[in-house]
Nanobody
């Protein structure tokens, strides 16, 4: 099992930027697909971006395409989410997730991911 720890959340103004980080530890070799999700109160968890580990391709939700960028540093077992042009509707708790299966990146529903971090809160004010 891989353990995940997010950091980098906070409060920003409309149009601001944040960079989230996710540190993976434990059985990191088993994480073939990693990504970021978010959840607001009363809403379902939403996939934002996923990538195949080891310099693989990336996929984005339409709601964040062009504003958010997922990246990885395999040597440090880290993935990141650079968020630009933040809007109040981006306010949510953001989670890092990992799956042992490459196929999870082609169908990135939250049920595909077995490892989750505790989440980090992002609040965007208008």
């Amino acid at each position: 099992q891989v353990q995940l720890q997010e950091s980098g959340g906070g409060s920003v103004q409309d149009g601001g930027s944040l960079r989230l980080s996710c540190a993976a530890s434990g059985a990191t070799y088993s994480s073939n697909c990693m990504g970021w999700f978010r959840q607001s109160p009363g809403k379902e968890r939403e996939m934002l971006a996923v990538l195949l580990t080891g310099a693989g391709p990336t996929w984005y939700a339409d709601s964040v395409k062009g504003r958010f960028t997922i990246s990885q540093d395999s040597a440090k077992n880290m993935i990141y989410l650079q968020m630009n042009g933040l809007k109040p509707e981006d306010s949510a708790k953001y989670y890092c997730a990992a799956s042992g299966f490459r196929r999870s990146c082609r169908n990135p529903t939250d049920r595909e991911f077995s490892s989750w971090g505790q989440g980090t809160q992002v609040t965007v004010s208008s």
